[in-house]
């Protein structure tokens, strides 16, 4: 079969994929739009389509190989989608949903290993396993990881002020300085733009670095970068509105000075990347080259 004639059927069979799983898949996307921490959410298909086209090369890629990849991918699909429909009823709500979106995600990843053949996935295996990012963190995981967000904030803030000479005593994520009372809430957690910041990472360590190790390195460098970004908006706003002008509590600064803080631990990222790429050899590629057996 043809390049362009896989390429329908795997289209065709994403749609069929996508029509049963529609309810999840809607629902997502609604979230996606709505919510602005799940905004991240929209990021991805585009992302992960942008890099299979950038890679994509008829002439290095060799159509052939076992089809036991797509066929075990899109069984384990099937059989979760049927476990979320039974277990939700019918109505996809809270982990249900993320069981639904893990499901038609293996099952776009099925189909292309299906139809590209397993040697075609193996290449694509980081856009592919980047589709993983569209299905919602489940309720449970998802309180765990704000709480650590705030923690983690509220324990960096606190170090920050006691570095820069300020007296502070810290309670749990409640913060006391000289005039000021800080919580970190919820909604101070940062989660959308530390979500983000991950996720770009990823991308860059992707197109970026040759090893493994190194790709890896950086993602989990991001964490506390995140965590530190986060601080430092913390600790920015208390001192000038306990030191310059109250306003800044509430002011721009607060309510849309996120993108700063974001460009600040871009840059940040930049440096890590620079520090890696330092120690990598320059001749080595960065794709090994596959044998034809699937």
Avoid at 38 to 58: D, G
């Amino acid at each position: 079969m043809k390049t362009p004639k896989r390429f329908a059927v795997f289209l065709f069979l994403c749609f069929v994929s996508t029509a049963i799983l529609w309810q999840p898949f809607s629902l997502t996307l609604d979230e996606a739009l709505h919510d602005p921490e799940s905004v991240y959410l929209l990021l991805v298909l585009p992302t992960s389509v942008a890099l299979i086209i950038s890679k994509w090369r008829s002439h290095d890629l060799m159509t052939h190989g076992g089809l036991w990849l797509g066929s075990a991918l899109i069984a384990l699909g099937a059989g979760l989608a049927i476990a979320a429909w039974l277990g939700g009823h019918g109505t996809f709500e809270g982990a249900w949903r993320s069981l639904g979106m893990l499901a038609l995600v293996l099952l776009w990843i099925g189909n292309f290993a299906a139809i590209f053949r397993s040697v075609i996935t193996r290449q694509f295996i980081f856009p592919l396993g980047f589709l993983f990012w569209m299905v919602p963190i489940p309720p449970a995981p998802l309180a765990a990881l704000i709480q650590f967000l705030q923690w983690t904030s509220a324990v960096s803030a606190g170090l920050f002020f006691s570095i820069l000479g300020t007296p502070v005593v810290r309670s749990g994520i409640v913060l006391n300085i000289p005039n000021l009372t800080i919580e970190v809430a919820q909604e101070c957690s940062s989660l959308r733009s530390s979500l983000i910041l991950i996720l770009t990472t990823m991308v860059i360590g992707h197109l970026f670095l040759r090893s493994l190790w190194r790709q890896t390195l950086l993602v989990l460098l991001a964490v506390p970068v995140a965590v530190a970004k986060n601080a430092a908006r913390i600790v920015t706003i208390g001192l000038l509105g306990t030191r310059v002008d109250p306003e800044y509590l509430t002011g721009r600064l607060h309510r849309e000075g996120g993108v700063i803080f974001f460009t600040l631990a871009l840059a940040a990222i930049a440096i890590l990347l620079w520090l890696l790429r330092r120690g990598e050899n320059p001749l080595s590629s960065p794709v090994r080259r596959l044998s034809p057996a699937g």
